[in-house]
């Protein structure tokens, strides 16, 4: 069901923050308050993940981190910490920084809203984004030039999908409603086209890349997978879903590992190598709802899932087919809305995820805030949320870039960048 339009009045209670003693004070009163750009901490006073469900924790628990980070440094390098704790460590110093987080880029390029997003495997200040309209923009916010902007064919070009080619970063791959996966360069020349539907009822969803073996993986809306090498030899192509393939993903450290996430309720994993059929999956991961995404961790051996109601799920490859943790979130598909997908930091055991408050949720409250959540990876416990008042829409895509420092967000028509305040970019 559609959000219904909000008065200015009524906008302007939306992104209060609720102090601990609410009832006392109205949402006119706290107006000041809300005029701050605020990042919500693990101290918040909402329940741990709006009711997080974890099993298996006793082999993933590690001691308490050193406060210091040097002196934790130190007692790894006597032999005296394991990694773990040094890591634990590490990654509570960058928690801790997320308190000075603020958007300090913004930009609103398209008509319609953004689809998807990837960030440039090399140059952490560059970011691709496309549009349900076609466009696709690559912004380099860190220099004051023209982003490069690739004009899309409009009302059903929409971008589904974005890779960088590993191989060569002035390209890019991309999968559309249009009915292609494409290689393309950033002057808008169409390299080579991978599939191609030469109909208006096939289009495809989602695509992966792999540079080690060169490989291209593309779904589409009926529950076809194909694969394909990059000189564009198609490998096969086998019906692996009953309905849209809503997400493929290669694992990082083993490219013949490969994901796929679809609105059948179900997210398979398939080694490669041994795909005969649709029949020939390693492990069938059953959902109560459509599936947004799968994504593995960057280290291979986690998979995070998104579905299309309330659920994020994190599988562990000591048991694939048995969740490890389970995290009730709202983030409800609406038509209108680009799905939302929970991703891994590229460095850190953390998730991050976009919130869409919904009033049948269990731990709903008046006037909740539309954050981004950043949970633990190990505990699934809420670590913090970034909120800017001016910016209080729904953030469908949530990615850090490769070096885990800054933080780009697919708002509606917008694009944030989230950074430290000490960065000293001003607000375009």
């Not at 030039?145 to 960088?164: E, M, Q």
């Amino acid at each position: 069901m559609a959000p219904r339009k909000r008065s200015e009045t009524q906008k302007t209670s939306e992104i209060v923050l609720r102090p601990r003693n609410k009832r006392s004070r109205s949402p006119r009163e706290l107006e000041p308050e809300a005029k701050k750009l605020c990042v919500k901490s693990s101290g918040s006073s909402r329940r741990c993940d709006s009711g997080c469900l974890w099993a298996g924790l006793g082999s993933l628990q590690v001691p308490p981190p050193c406060r210091s980070i040097i002196r934790a440094f130190y007692q790894y390098k006597l032999g005296r910490a394991a990694w773990p704790s040094l890591q634990q460590g590490l990654q509570q110093s960058f928690l801790h920084s997320l308190d000075s987080y603020r958007i300090f880029q913004k930009a609103a390029p398209f008509d319609r809203r953004a689809t998807s997003l990837a960030w440039h495997p090399t140059h952490p200040s560059t970011v691709a984004v496309g549009s349900k309209g076609g466009d696709i923009m690559l912004w380099n916010f860190g220099i004051k030039d023209k982003p490069t902007f690739i004009k899309g064919i409009g009302a059903g070009g929409s971008i589904t999908g974005l890779k960088f080619n590993p191989l060569n970063t002035n390209q890019f791959f991309a999968s559309s409603m249009e009915g292609t996966t494409r290689l393309q360069d950033f002057k808008g020349n169409t390299l080579r086209v991978f599939t191609s539907s030469d109909t208006c009822n096939v289009w495809f969803c989602s695509l992966d890349v792999s540079a080690r073996s060169r490989m291209v993986v593309t779904g589409d809306n009926v529950g076809n997978v194909v694969l394909l090498h990059m000189d564009g030899k198609e490998l096969w192509n086998l019906r692996m879903h009953k309905k849209k393939v809503t997400h493929v993903a290669l694992n990082p450290c083993c490219d013949w590992f490969l994901a796929t996430a679809s609105v059948d309720q179900t997210v398979k994993i398939w080694d490669l190598r041994q795909v005969r059929g649709k029949a020939s999956f390693l492990y069938s991961l059953p959902h109560r709802h459509p599936v947004n995404a799968a994504c593995f961790s960057p280290d291979g051996a986690r998979l995070l899932t998104t579905d299309q109601k309330s659920e994020i799920r994190v599988y562990s490859a000591s048991q694939w087919d048995c969740p490890l943790g389970l995290i009730l979130h709202p983030h409800r598909h609406f038509q209108h809305l680009t799905p939302i997908k929970a991703t891994w930091h590229p460095r850190y055991n953390l998730i991050v995820v976009g919130r869409y408050p919904d009033p049948n949720f269990k731990s709903c409250t008046p006037y909740e805030l539309r954050t981004i959540d950043v949970f633990d990876g190990n505990s699934g416990k809420m670590m913090c949320q970034l909120y800017d008042p001016e910016s209080s829409g729904i953030s469908s895509l949530n990615e850090f870039n490769p070096m885990g420092d800054t933080l780009a967000s697919a708002m509606g028509y917008h694009i944030l960048i989230w950074s430290q305040e000490e960065a000293g970019t001003q607000k375009s």
